[in-house]
């Protein structure tokens, strides 16, 4: 066999660095590569139209937002059985294809509508709730995916990587929004969201086929080909019989209680700065452009690296800590730039840190709660906890009538949020040791195939 040449074995010894770098092997690069796609894909999708989103929601009354909330809140409730039912029969392997596509027609609709009659406010608020309820579907999926083909020991050092792909894509999503949107309009923006979501369809067939070609030990893609079986309420009962999954449902609402407190005081203070809609826009563009930056940074070089080092309870501890910390600085001091920075820190830490530390939990539980369990906690546990956190701040807001009594309450409520996150790190270490995941899905670099 000719030895490769000069040109050849520099690309290899640089690829070879490179993946050094990124804490990764060479038999994984493949599998990273895909599932770094899926989320770019998707998640330029979902930010292109998140800016408009956002608008339409103050559009309605600030002091409405809370129904929109509740109005999600139904809307997932609504899903959840079809989605049960989907993931009852249909194979593992086109679980996420067949919901993206349906989102997608979903999509074709909406856009439809909006040619047609793009000032109906009705419109406009079942768009906010469709997509309020698509995005958490849609991403919980592609994750019940990874943890369902990698184990938690390459979780700990792939995961923030993948979740690069959501970061870049969260980048490039509102950028391309604001070019576009001129040229294309609101229904064009649409269309080409669709696009991209099916082209995400593609990019989890090539993670699928990685997995083909690297199988676990012992075991073939058999079980991926068949569906799961069971009701479509399996998600549910599932997580009312697991301390475990119950712990991770706590740490979701406890995680969107605290978000939903930051996303109504945003509300009120950028109606305050920017009384233009299209001003409300550019900031929530600029607002995600910079989250994802910060987030890309951290996904790359620190995150995968942070959690094998320290641990998965690094990364659920870190953030809460620091953003009951903006809550108190909020609340002796709420004013716009100060909203700003929390919210900006809030959403960087939990793209770059929360996020892959929260589903590398998911890697150590059987395969139909990664998928019917997961969904339901990823979606309606999530939209529950904005609809009650909603009307609490409104509460709140109604008898103490200052706004440094929330921000105390969010405080407090990160603390919990914080240790929830231990106890969890602490609940899959032991889950780690005693094998309850299904066994090494990808050899680590050194470890034995």
Known sequence: ??????????????????????????????????GFLLFFLLFTGYFMLRPVRETMGIAGGVENLQWLFTGTFVATLLAMPVFGWI??????????????????????????????????????????????????IAISLGWSLHADLFSPGAAKRLFALV???????????????????????????????????????????????WRDRHPRPGADAAPRRAPLGGSPFAGATALLGSRYLLGIALFVLLLASVTTFLYFEQARLVAEAFPDRADQTRFFGMIDAIVQAFSLATQFFLAGRI??????????????????????????APVFAVMAV???????????????????????????????????????????????SGWLKALIDLLAQHPAVAALAGAVISLLWAATGWSLARALGRRTAAGRSEGPLVAAPGEAG
């Not at 989102?103 to 309020?132: C, H, K, Q, T």
């Open 87 to 136: 993931a009852a029969r249909a194979s593992r392997r086109r679980i996420l294809p067949w919901c993206f596509g349906f989102f997608a027609l979903n999509l074709l609709g909406f856009s439809a509508g909006l040619a047609a009659a793009p000032e109906d406010v009705w419109l406009a608020r079942a768009f906010y709730i469709w997509l309020s309820v698509f995005n958490l």
């Open 163 to 209: 979740a690069a792909g959501a970061s870049l894509g969260g980048l490039a999503g509102p950028l391309l929004g604001v070019a576009l949107v001129g040229p294309l309009g609101q229904p064009g923006l649409l269309l080409l969201s669709a696009l991209l979501l099916l082209a995400s369809i593609l990019a989890a067939s090539a993670l699928q086929r």
């Open 342 to 388: 929390v919210m900006v820190v809030r959403r960087a830490g939990e793209y770059a840190l929360v996020r892959p530390g929260r589903e590398m939990l998911f890697t150590a539980v059987p395969v139909e709660e990664k998928y019917k369990a997961k969904n339901f906690i990823d979606s309606a546990v999530y939209r529950g906890a904005d609809a009650v």
């Open 1 to 34: 066999m000719t030895a490769p040449g000069p040109a050849v074995s520099r690309r290899l010894r640089w690829r070879s660095r490179g993946l050094a770098l990124l804490n990764v092997a060479p038999e994984e690069a493949g599998g990273v590569l895909a």
């Open 307 to 332: 959690a094998e080092r320290f641990g998965v309870g690094t990364l659920l501890v870190a953030v809460p800590l620091v953003v009951a910390a903006g809550f108190l600085w909020l609340a002796f």
